[in-house]
Structures are given as structure tokens and as C-alpha cells.
């Protein structure tokens, strides 16, 4: 029974503690390796080199109390105090360095040396006190003699320890390479190990995992152990079979969905082909094929590019073509029928191919050209009817002018009847306004035409407002209303013709007067920002709904068209008013609420702007 389960985990968690024990070792090992190798280096400087440095300090030190002793028996009475005093420092420094090197001397031979200095440097100080020079000289080579044998005992030990040193420094390099090499062996056994265990199963599962994802679904996986390994193997046993489930039935619900992508474009209206990516036709339906009968050659894997070829020869204009881009164009084919081709692109870089019949579409877009070409003639055929008309109407209503003026204004006598007088005043004021009612009329057959043509000078509105609000003053007086006029108080500078301009004020002016009930008001605003004078008339008449404005805007329109209307007029002042104020380069606005009032505003450019424009 095993105590420990054979898993990955666990196998790697042994390697782990095995190499960690292995490393550890080693760390020890070389620890108390440095830490020997310091105690070495430690002993090797304090023992044997600081005795041999302070013997040889001693020594000298003994020499340059002799050299001050020399020099003390050759000096004058009263240096030899100074002298004196130096010779026992140096005395005491000899004492001093002597003490260390005895200190760091181990060997008996070193000791014993240093006790024979000692006694001889006691006999030289008797011996120097006392005045026998000849002794002290014979006691100092003694002394240095001594000196010699210590500082050779001391360089002797000293070579002894550094080839101990050495000997063990070597011992502990053979013994770190023995055990470098057997941890490296150590290593690569658990390396095998591993590989064996771990790398060699997972490697194995790739190479199926690999297989499995190019399709190999056939692919025996092998049998795993207890491990992680064996529990992957065996997923991947279970995998394989789900993805061959899964692919067998992905399989017949793309083979399903083929058949009823297939039926759907055989029952569509529109002809229809699907290309591939490698430019064959992967699905084509009879109704495509009924537009090209010519081209025999449509079939599942057939050329796109040659059957465009073949397409293009029913074309009746072959100029246009299908190319690989999105694409949509109209051709009409050889028996007359109007198709409309549209190629799009497919995401996996193919296209699809609609095809239309919209010949009865076509024949309506030609019945709409037809019947805008009358039209346009007709218009024009009115327009001339008018402007002729006009002219001819002109030369006779001048003579009856002409003639009632005379009448009325009795230039050639009485007429003996006040009722001759009144009627030639009637036939006067009807000629006038019927002569106004076919300016009027020509000025709109000319507009239509494109022939009214302005004259235009600088005008400067305020006296044109002026003068048109004079002339509906009375007007205003005898219907009951107010009138009011602002904004005019300095000039208002345009570009224009000065009659046309009075027409579209006294035309807005007139209507404002008709359609207020007595006690209402009238208003005449000017606001100049500079660039633009804009000109509003508001009066708190009858009012007019959206419908009734476009009703009112077009030439001859009456709001209300009843025999018995309430309004008389011919509905042509506001279409000239719109009319000039176009020919003008400006924009007439009406707003108005009905029972409320309305609000005719005619925006003009100023004339330093409207001559920019016009440049």
C-alpha cells in the first residue's frame, strides 16, 4: 500500500525537498569551508607575521637606543639630559613592542627567546647606568644576535602555518568538486526522473491534443497512470468522443441547412449565385438562370469570371461590368428586360449575386419622364400664353385708360350727366386694376420663364418703408386699425430696384390692412445685425393655418375659394412679394396662428454684403 500518492505534485514536491537537502549541504559545507579558511587567514596574520613585525620593531628600536647612547657619550654636559629622557622612551617603546610579540608567539622556542632579550636588555640597562660602556657594547650584539634567532624562529613557524593553510585550502577544493559533481549527478537522476514521470506522458498528450485539433479524430490516445497526466489522457479520451458527437451532428444541421438554404433560393423571386473564395460557384438557382439563358454553363462549380463573359453578351450596352468589388448596376438585356445586378462581398472573401427583373419599375420611370416632360411643356406653353396674352390685353385697357381719364376728368366739356362722370371714374379705377392685375401677371411669367431680369441700384429702405406706410396710413385710419413703425431711424442700405421693393411692401401692407378686424394693429419692425436687414409686418388679423400659407404662397391661390368669400383679390401678392424679394437674394418668412395674426418677415443683405456675395 503506498503511503504517498503517485502524482505529479507530489512527485515534483520530493524532487524539490531532495534538491533543497542537496543545496543545503553544500550551503554548509562551504560555510564552514569560508569560515575556516577566515579563522586561517586570521591566525597566520595575528600569531606568526604580528610576532616577526614587532620583534623587528623591537630591534630597531634597540638600535636607535644605541644610536642615542652613542650620541649621548659625544654630546655636550647639558644635552645629555634631553637625551636621556629620549633613551628612556625609547626604552619604554622597546618595552611595548617586545610585550606584543611575546603575545602573539605560541612556539616555545619564540618564548624562550624572548626571555633571553629580557635578562640581556636588563644587564645592558645596569651596564649603561653604571658607565661600563665596554659591556653594554658586548651585551648589545648579544642582544641583537637574540633578536636575529627570534625573528628566524618567528618567519619559521610562520611558513609552517601558511603550508598548513594551503594544504587545507586544497583539501577543501577536493572536497567541494566532489561534491559539485555529485549533486550535478544527483540532478540529472532527478531530471530523469521527472522526465520519465511527467515530461515524456505530457509530451505524449500534446502530440495528441495536436492531432486531434488538425482533425485526426481517429487518433488512440494512450492509457494514463494515476497521475495528473493519466487523469489529462483520459479527459482527452472523453473529448474526443464528445467532439465526434458534436462534429457528426454540427454535420447533419449543416447538411439540414444547406438543403433549406437551397429550396429557399430555388422558390425566391430574385436570381441568386454564391461564390466561393476561389471564384467557383458554390450555389446558383433556376431563377438566375432564366435571366441568362445564353450562358448554358451556369452550374456549381463553374468560373464566376467566364460566366461574366457570357452574362455581358445579353447585355444590350456592354460598357459596365462585375468585378470582384461591391458592385450594382442596371442593364437592360437583349429581350428587352430591365435587370438590376448587385454584387456584394462575403466574409470569407467571396461574393453573393443578386439578380432582378425591374422592367416594371423602369416603364414607370419612363412614364414619369414622359409625363414631367409635358408637364414642362405645358408650363412653358402657359407661360407664353400669358406673357402673349398680356401684351395683347395691354394696348387696348391703355386706350380705355386713357379714353375714362379724358371722360372723367371733362377735358373736353361737360358730360351734362353726373352719372356719365361717375361710371368714367369706375371704368377708370377697374382699367387700372385689371392693367395691375396683368403686370402682375406678366411679372410671374417672366419669373417662371427666368426672364424678369431687376435693374438694381442703391436703395435705401427707410424711405421706401416710409412711403409705403404713408400710402396705407389712410387706409389704416378708415378700417379702425393702428399702425406703428420702428427701427427706421437710421439707413438701411441695399442693393435693389426700388419700384419692385415698394410693390413687396405695399403688396404685405395691403394684405396686413384686409385681414384685421377694426380695432386691431399693425407693426412694421426693422432689426439690422449688420449683415442682414430684416423687415417684419405683423398684424393681429385672421391668421392663416400651415396648409393656408402654402395655399396663399402659390400664384392665384385663395384661402377662401368660396363664391360668396368674405376677401377679395386676385392671390397673387404674395407670390410676386416672395417673387422680388428672391430676385432681391433675399427670403421671405410668414408664421401666423389663425384668429391670432401673422408674421411676414423679408430678410435683404446689406449692400456692402449683398457686393461680396455677387463678387
Request: glycine share 6%; charged share 25%.
Amino acid at each position: 500500500m503506498r503511503l504517498v500518492p503517485r502524482t505529479i505534485g507530489a512527485t515534483l514536491f520530493a524532487a524539490f525537498i531532495a534538491m533543497s537537502a542537496i543545496i543545503a549541504a553544500q550551503g554548509y559545507y562551504g560555510y564552514s569551508v569560508l569560515n575556516k579558511a577566515g579563522e586561517m587567514v586570521v591566525d597566520t596574520f595575528d600569531r606568526p607575521l604580528m610576532a616577526v613585525n614587532y620583534a623587528r620593531a623591537a630591534n630597531l628600536d634597540f638600535v636607535e637606543i644605541e644610536r642615542k647612547l652613542l650620541e649621548r657619550t659625544h654630546a655636550a654636559p647639558a644635552d645629555r639630559k634631553a637625551l636621556d629622557r629620549d633613551i628612556d622612551e625609547l626604552a619604554t617603546t622597546f618595552a611595548s613592542d617586545l610585550a606584543v610579540a611575546e603575545e602573539h608567539s605560541d612556539e616555545p622556542d619564540e618564548l624562550r627567546q624572548i626571555e633571553i632579550i629580557k635578562a640581556r636588555m636588563k644587564h645592558w640597562n645596569d651596564a649603561r647606568h653604571t658607565g661600563d660602556f665596554a659591556a653594554t657594547d658586548r651585551i648589545a650584539r648579544a642582544i641583537d644576535d637574540a633578536f636575529d634567532l627570534l625573528i628566524e624562529f618567528n618567519t619559521d613557524h610562520s611558513y609552517v602555518v601558511r603550508r598548513q593553510a594551503i594544504d587545507a585550502i586544497a583539501q577543501f577544493r577536493y572536497v567541494l568538486v566532489g561534491a559539485l559533481l555529485g549533486s550535478v549527478f544527483i540532478a540529472i537522476l532527478l531530471a530523469l526522473l521527472l522526465t520519465r514521470r511527467i515530461a515524456r506522458p505530457l509530451s505524449q498528450a500534446a502530440s495528441v491534443a495536436d492531432r486531434i485539433a488538425r482533425g485526426e479524430m481517429e487518433t488512440a490516445i494512450p492509457p494514463g497512470g494515476q497521475d495528473e497526466t493519466g487523469m489529462l489522457l483520459r479527459s482527452m479520451t472523453v473529448m474526443q468522443d464528445s467532439i465526434r458527437a458534436m462534429m457528426a451532428r454540427e454535420t447533419a444541421r449543416a447538411a439540414s441547412a444547406e438543403v433549406r438554404l437551397t429550396e429557399a433560393l430555388e422558390h425566391s423571386d430574385e436570381g441568386v449565385m454564391l461564390v466561393g473564395a476561389d471564384g467557383k460557384v458554390a450555389i446558383v438557382n433556376s431563377r438566375f438562370k432564366a435571366f441568362f439563358p445564353a450562358a448554358s454553363a451556369i452550374a456549381p462549380g463553374a468560373d464566376f469570371d467566364r460566366l461574366v463573359s457570357a452574362f455581358r453578351r445579353q447585355f444590350a450596352r456592354r460598357g459596365e461590368t462585375l468585378g470582384n468589388n461591391a458592385v450594382s448596376l442596371e442593364q437592360c438585356l437583349e429581350d428587352g428586360r430591365w435587370v438590376r445586378i448587385t454584387v456584394s462581398p462575403t466574409s470569407d472573401n467571396g461574393r453573393i449575386v443578386f439578380v432582378s427583373d425591374f422592367s416594371e419599375i423602369k416603364a414607370r420611370e419612363q412614364s414619369y419622364k414622359q409625363a414631367k416632360h409635358e408637364a414642362e411643356a405645358a408650363s412653358a406653353a402657359k407661360s407664353r400664353f400669358l406673357a402673349n396674352m398680356s401684351h395683347e390685353l395691354r394696348t387696348p385697357l391703355n386706350a380705355i385708360i386713357g379714353f375714362s381719364e379724358i371722360l372723367s376728368g371733362q377735358l373736353f366739356g361737360p358730360l351734362g350727366n353726373s352719372k356719365y362722370t361717375e361710371y368714367a371714374g369706375d371704368i377708370l379705377h377697374s382699367g387700372r386694376h385689371l392693367l395691375d392685375v396683368i403686370n402682375s401677371v406678366l411679372d410671374l411669367s417672366k419669373s417662371e420663364a427666368g426672364k424678369l431680369e431687376l435693374n438694381l441700384k442703391p436703395v435705401d429702405l427707410v424711405q421706401v418703408l416710409r412711403e409705403c406706410t404713408r400710402m396705407v396710413a389712410d387706409q389704416c385710419s378708415s378700417a379702425g386699425l393702428k399702425l406703428s413703425v420702428s427701427g427706421i431711424e437710421r439707413p438701411l442700405p441695399v442693393s435693389g430696384e426700388v419700384a419692385k421693393l415698394r410693390q413687396v411692401f405695399l403688396n404685405l401692407l395691403s394684405n396686413a390692412v384686409k385681414f384685421t378686424e377694426a380695432g386691431g394693429a399693425i407693426d412694421v419692425s426693422v432689426d439690422d445685425d449688420g449683415e442682414t436687414i430684416a423687415i417684419t409686418i405683423a398684424d393681429t388679423g385672421i391668421g392663416m393655418s400651415p396648409q393656408d400659407i402654402q395655399v396663399a404662397l402659390t400664384p392665384f391661390g385663395q384661402v377662401d375659394n368660396r363664391l360668396e368669400r368674405k376677401y377679395e383679390g386676385t392671390g397673387l401678392g404674395l407670390p410676386l412679394a416672395r417673387t422680388f424679394v428672391e430676385l432681391h437674394g433675399g427670403a421671405l418668412q410668414i408664421e401666423s396662428v389663425p384668429a391670432q395674426g401673422t408674421r411676414v418677415t423679408v430678410r435683404l443683405v446689406r449692400a456692402a454684403a449683398y457686393a461680396e456675395a455677387a463678387a
